[in-house]
């Protein structure tokens, strides 16, 4: 059984920051990609970031430039470095990664919400 564990979710001001972690535990191997999502209300789930193994980065182009996403291969933890938010960042944020050998699986974690408010 593989475990997906988020943390650093919050309220925060315009212009503030917030640091996602996420740690995958478990009966998991050969981790490939990892990345978050975001899902806010009323509208679909996207791509935030993702990192691969090899450390390659992929954004949106809505937080290219205030976010940065990163992973701790021996501790099997990804993490996402937020600044500079703003209002439309305000969603459920979402760990998922990639792993296995012959067969890749993907596990997603339960979410985390962040919120930006004044």
């Known amino acids: 059984q593989v475990q997906l564990v988020e943390s650093g979710g919050g309220l925060v001001q315009p212009g503030g920051s917030l640091r996602l972690s996420c740690a995958a535990s478990?009966?998991?191997?050969?981790?490939?990609?990892m990345g978050w999502y975001r899902q806010a209300p009323g509208k679909e789930r996207e791509l935030v970031a993702a990192i691969t193994s090899g450390g390659s980065t992929n954004y949106a182009d809505s937080v290219k430039g205030r976010f940065t996403i990163s992973r701790d291969n021996a501790k099997n933890t990804v993490y996402l470095q937020m600044n500079s938010l703003k209002p439309e960042d305000t969603a459920v944020y979402y760990c998922?990664?990639?792993?296995?050998?012959?067969?890749?699986?993907?596990?997603w974690g339960q979410g985390t919400q962040v919120t930006v408010s004044s």
């Open positions: 478990g009966s998991i191997f050969s981790i490939n990609a």
């Open positions: 998922n990664v990639e792993w296995g050998k012959i067969v890749t699986i993907e596990s």
